[in-house]
């Protein structure tokens, strides 16, 4: 029996402190997830353009995308649906207008 491709943090590793990061400015904000994550848990087809992707990283949008990746966590791992975005993530203030804006818009590799 294969085991299943691993995530970059696992609830082991947020409950010791290491965290996903959550980025916001003005107006909006993403969570930072490293594309395999996507792999991980068989959502990367299901992210939106609304997102954006920088190297082997991509910032899911809080609206839509950010809600998919942890409904796919949960579902990975059993939180039961309690999981939200400040259980698994550090929020960082970008200030009025974070660069994440200028990057790439999510395209499936």
Not at 24 to 41: F, K, Q, T, Y
Not at 94 to 103: E, K, M, W
Request: hydrophobic letters at 35%.
């Amino acid at each position: 029996m294969s085991s299943m491709p691993s995530v970059t943090f696992t609830p082991e590793d947020i409950s010791a402190g290491h965290m996903y990061t959550f980025h916001h400015d003005g107006g909006h904000g993403w969570l930072e997830v490293n594309r395999a994550d996507l792999v991980a848990l068989h959502i990367a087809d299901k992210i939106t353009s609304y997102s954006y992707q920088k190297g082997d990283k991509v910032f899911l949008e809080e609206d839509c995308d950010m809600a998919e990746f942890l409904y796919a966590y949960d579902e990975r791992f059993g939180f039961g649906g309690l999981i939200a975005p400040h259980n698994l993530a550090n929020y960082v203030y970008d200030g009025d207008d974070s660069p994440i804006r200028g990057y790439a818009s999510y395209q499936p590799s």
